[in-house]
């Protein structure tokens, strides 16, 4: 370790620019939301604008929109990447194969379009379906796309994310299950059973980490809702899209609250995020920081 | 229980489900017609890549603005990645916990605050609709990963060879370029080929601070999305991926070249 005062600084101004300006982002859109806006001659601070949107009928349904698609697109995620994971650390190729990295290279824009040319009403399933007689006409076919359950926009997610879950787990599963897997199943417990009792609980701490990134992507992500949701309601990202683009400037504040809530549940989640670490080391002794 | 009887079904379905919407996306591309309820193209013709190529966005031109733009912020993320790795791994200092925690910032704050705040403070600094504002709001998205990729790299190397080098009169600059830096190309390239792929798939950043000036692939092929034309969406598709996986790949062999390398002349010495 070198003690040299200024070296430090030196190297680490651009970080701390681009930290200035990430707080410099949260920081205007917490004042305006407060109704900040010199510019627009709004210089009266005051909740009204979070009171208004907190009771708007509207603005709730989209809040529950996106707390649903974001926390079961999560679940699922964070479910099948483990279960990807396990396999593919059994199948001990000791190499994370391509393929399963490839959905992460993948854009949220481009996934909408397998998810258009195969869930659509005359999408692939549906054609399936049909010709193995299980419906005899696409209307039959129930809706997955710009409907209020918002089943595409999940299943996109999990396509995507899921395989983001392996991957992220993957390094520290494969050093857990080779030495105390190992050691487990040398001292007599099943496969099955050294993996829940052992590898699992001790890859919880990537497994909670990666859950977090993509609740917080899946909740603010503009992209999939936008091109598979439907048109009422609408994900929270978009109606504070609209609100910030209207040509009526006093929608301003609105957008700014509503991003405002979208910013409360993230840190909300990154706590809560913090707390299950702090858990899962606990029951585990402390080994696997 | 018998572990092959877990692992060769769940990965063949994850192969199978990964695989096909892709493949699907290629047949699409060139399809003319594919009315319902057919399960393979009635006709296919080269429509879409006439348009691809000397339609209304000229793909060649497209691609060369992308990369180049996604090339910068891969670069510019990787040079702060190891200037804050180095900082927060080779010095003692005040504050030192909170560097950790500020290089995940990005990926607390959610992306609609991170870009209509920035959009708001790049008013003031001109950077709204300009090509250097789109790479510095991608850049933000970029760093975890790339600060991530650098503290680990540099954690693992250590400082001694650097101070070997300096011990033998190397300057401080002179120590990293021949000691480590040889030593750290592969996570470079790693670093390189995150910030590169974060950058290439943002959509919304590019629209909010770029303003619909600044065109990238995803900021063309969003509203071929939305017109519901399935050939020309795929078309665009195929190309926006392959494109990136192009690049991804010229990366990963040169990464895979040079860690041999490297642990080939480990073994020498």
Known sequence: ?289 | MNKKAFYVPVLTITFIAIIVPVLLMVLWSFVQRWPWPLLLPEDYSMRTIRELLFGSANAFHLIVSSVSLSMTVALLGTVIGTLTARASEFYTFRGKSLIRFASLLPLIVPGTVLAMGLQIVFIRLHLTDTVAGVILIHLVSSLPYCITIMTDATRALGPQLEEQAIILGANSFKAFWLASFPNMIPAFLASLNMGFIISYSQYFTTLIIGGGRVKTIAMVLFPYIQSGDRPLMSAYSSFFIFSGLFVFMILELLIKKLSKETISNETEC
């Open chain 1, 1 to 289: 370790m070198r003690n040299n005062k200024f070296m430090p600084l030196i190297l680490l101004l651009p970080f701390i620019f681009v930290t200035a300006l990430i707080i410099m982002a949260a920081a205007v859109v917490i004042m305006q939301s407060l109704g900040w806006i010199p510019a627009f001659g709004l210089t009266e601070l005051s909740l009204q604008y979070y009171a208004e949107i907190l009771t708007d009928s509207d603005f709730l349904s989209s809040l529950s929109v996106s707390l649903r698609v974001s926390i079961i697109s999560t679940v699922i995620s964070a479910v099948l990447g483990v279960a990807i994971c396990a396999a593919i650390v059994a199948g001990g190729k000791g190499k994370f194969p391509f393929i399963v990295r490839f959905p992460i290279l993948v854009p949220h824009a481009v996934v909408a379009v397998f998810a258009i040319n195969i869930l659509s009403q005359t999408g692939h399933i549906a054609r399936a379906a049909y010709a193995l007689g299980l419906i005899a006409d696409y209307s039959q076919f129930t809706p997955l796309l710009y409907t209020e359950s918002f089943l595409g926009v999940i299943v996109a997610y999990v396509w995507k994310e899921a395989p983001f879950v392996a991957f992220f787990v993957y390094a520290l599963m494969v050093s857990i299950s080779s030495s105390l897997g190992e050691a487990a199943q040398n001292l007599g417990a099943s496969p099955l059973r050294s993996f829940f009792a052992v590898t699992l609980p001790l890859s919880m701490p990537a497994i909670a980490n990666a859950s977090f990134i993509i609740f917080v992507f899946a909740f603010a992500g503009y992209e999939l809702p936008m091109l598979l949701g439907s048109t009422l309601p609408k994900a929270l990202p978009i109606t504070a899209f609209l609100e910030f683009t209207s040509p009526d400037l006093l929608n301003r504040p609105y957008a700014m609250a509503t991003n405002g809530v979208l910013l409360m549940f993230a840190v909300f989640a990154a706590v809560l995020y913090l707390i299950s670490i702090q858990y899962a080391v606990k029951r585990t002794g402390g080994k696997n920081e």
